[in-house]
């Protein structure tokens, strides 16, 4: 069984900045990448940050500058921090993990909302 467990999120004015992280846990033996997706109200799930085992990092041009996904050398946890915010960052992040046990599996976490107030 495996959890990712993201915290961080919550409400924030325009310019400023929170950290989000994300832990896995359970049968897992090599995390390959972590990502950070999002979904505002009406939109489609976006790919906000990855960070693949090995320490490359990508990013949305939408956050490009602002962001930045870290982790540890076996990428547990993971964090998105978030910086300059604006009102269009608003929406619930994700955390996905790609990860091997036997085989190569994917798992979500449960999401946490982010509000940036004009």
């Known amino acids: 069984q495996v959890q990712l467990v993201e915290s961080g999120g919550g409400l924030v004015q325009a310019g400023g900045s929170l950290r989000l992280s994300c832990r896995a846990s359970?049968?897992?033996?090599?995390?390959?990448?972590m990502e950070w997706y999002r979904q505002a109200p009406g939109k489609e799930r976006e790919l906000v940050a990855r960070?693949?085992?090995?320490?490359?990092?990508n990013y949305a041009d939408s956050v490009k500058g602002r962001f930045t996904i870290s982790g540890n050398n076996v990428l547990n946890p993971v964090y998105l921090q978030m910086n300059s915010l604006k009102p269009e960052d608003t929406a619930v992040y994700y955390c996905?993990?790609?990860?091997?046990?036997?085989?190569?599996?994917?798992?979500w976490g449960q999401g946490t909302q982010v509000t940036v107030s004009s």
């Open positions: 359970g049968n897992i033996f090599r995390i390959k990448t």
């Open positions: 960070i693949i085992n090995g320490g490359s990092t």
């Open positions: 996905k993990m790609d990860y091997y046990t036997d085989l190569l599996y994917d798992y």
